[in-house]
C-alpha cells in the first residue's frame, strides 16, 4: 500500500523537519509527533523523544506518543508499526489525515495478478528457472 497523493501533498504543506522518503524511517515516531505537535501544540514534548532506529527506542518513543493518538481515537498496531511494517505506518498516515483534515483521503487498493505484470516485464529481466529454484 502507498500514501495517495493527497496524504503526501498534505506532509509537504506540514512543512516537517524530518523528510519522509522512505516511509519506514516514521516508526521511530518522530514524524509523527511531529505533526501532532503542529495540530495539537504542546502535546508532546519533542525533547522527550530520541531519533534511533533499535527497537527499544521505538518502544519509548510510541508509549509517549500513544497517549495522545488514544485521546484522539485513533487506534493503530503498535507492534506493527515498530517492526517497520509499510502499511500499518500508511493506514497511521491515512488515520490522522483524515482526522486533521475531517476529509477522508482517496486510495484505491490495487490488486495484480503476477501472471498479467509478466507480460510488461521485459524477457531479459525475467526470472530465469535457476532463480526460481533458489
Not at 501532532?36 to 508509549?63: A, C, D, T, V
Not at 509499510?86 to 486510495?107: R, T
Request: hydrophobic share 35%; proline share 2%; aromatic share 10%.
Amino acid at each position: 500500500m502507498e500514501l495517495p497523493r493527497e496524504v503526501i501533498k498534505w506532509l509537504h504543506h506540514l512543512n516537517i523537519s524530518y523528510s519522509l522518503r522512505n516511509i519506514k524511517s516514521a516508526s521511530n515516531g518522530i514524524i509523527i509527533a511531529e505533526i501532532l505537535n503542529i495540530y495539537i501544540p504542546q502535546s508532546i514534548h519533542m525533547n522527550s523523544l530520541e531519533n534511533g532506529f533499535s527497537k527499544e527506542i521505538k518502544r519509548k518513543n510510541w508509549i509517549i506518543i500513544k497517549k495522545v493518538l488514544t485521546h484522539l481515537n485513533i487506534h493503530y498496531d503498535e507492534t506493527a508499526i515498530i517492526n517497520s511494517e509499510k502499511n500499518e505506518i500508511v493506514k497511521l498516515f491515512i488515520q490522522l489525515y483524515e482526522y486533521f483534515n475531517e476529509d477522508k483521503a482517496k486510495y484505491e487498493c490495487i490488486q495484480t495478478n503476477e501472471e498479467e505484470n509478466k507480460k510488461y516485464i521485459p524477457s531479459f529481466a525475467r526470472s530465469t528457472i535457476t532463480q526460481k529454484i533458489r
